[in-house]
């Protein structure tokens, strides 16, 4: 099972781009990256998820380095809601969560 | 996006009670659901795959006999914490394997065990 690196915290300024890096250099070629996060007491809300493409949609960025070795989840206008505990997770879709691992994520703080 | 519906939110009971939390898919069905903890300042912690129709597959080091799993249905899972202890006190989160490779996740369900 492919397991991800990340950095605990994180501050960024409100307005600003927050940038979360996410290294997974053991993921294997049929291995999505996902991204979630998690505000406090509630459960993880799903971001975006991508395979080797670069990906957008109306929450974040997606970029996937060439070699997939790692990935950064770009929030390109942060805003003080955007603070929470982000998740890079590598998995194969739709089979089931036995290598679903979320690790200690990265705790970003949006500073106004 | 899919819609799960998760409770209670929070719970508090007596050691030795058996608490039943409820998790359904609201606008889509799915035959995969997760069961998760989550103690304070980690991270999220499988517990068990549940597919519906069959028995649920438990994680290592949890105990099937105690965190009982009913997949009723394609949009409805309950899981029961039997003989609750002061140590299950937990955020008890569930996760359904919904459409376009997605997890979707409950709000979670605090419990408090006194």
């Known amino acids: 099972d492919a397991k991800t690196t990340q950095p605990t915290s994180m501050d960024c300024a409100e307005g600003r781009a927050a940038n979360l890096p996410c290294n997974h250099s053991?993921?294997?070629?049929?291995?999505?990256v996902y991204w979630y996060r998690q505000i406090h007491s509630q459960g993880p809300q799903y971001i975006i998820h991508g395979l080797k493409n670069n990906e957008t949609n109306e929450m974040a960025s997606l970029i996937i380095t060439e070699d997939r070795k790692s990935s950064t989840l770009i929030l390109p206008h942060a805003t003080l809601r955007d603070t929470a505990v982000y998740y890079c997770?590598?998995?194969?879709?739709?089979?089931?969560?036995?290598?679903?691992?979320f690790g200690t994520g990265t705790r970003l703080t949006v500073i106004p | 996006g899919a819609v799960v519906s998760q409770h209670p939110s929070w719970v508090i009971c007596k050691s030795g009670t058996s608490v039943k939390i409820e998790c359904r898919s609201l606008d889509f069905q799915a035959t995969t659901m997760f069961w998760y903890r989550q103690f304070p300042k980690q991270s999220l912690m499988l517990m068990a795959t549940s597919n519906e129709g069959s028995k649920a597959t438990y994680e290592q080091g949890v105990e099937k006999d105690k965190f009982l799993i009913n997949h009723a249905s394609l949009t409805l899972s309950t899981l029961t914490v039997t003989s609750a202890h002061p140590e299950d006190s937990s955020f008890y989160i569930c996760?359904?394997?919904?459409?376009?490779?997605?997890?979707?996740f409950g709000s979670g369900t605090q419990l408090s065990v006194l």
């Open positions: 053991t993921i294997s070629g049929n291995e999505y």
């Open positions: 997770i590598v998995r194969v879709g739709q089979t089931g969560a036995n290598n679903l691992f």
């Open positions: 996760s359904w394997e919904g459409p376009g490779e997605k997890l979707f």
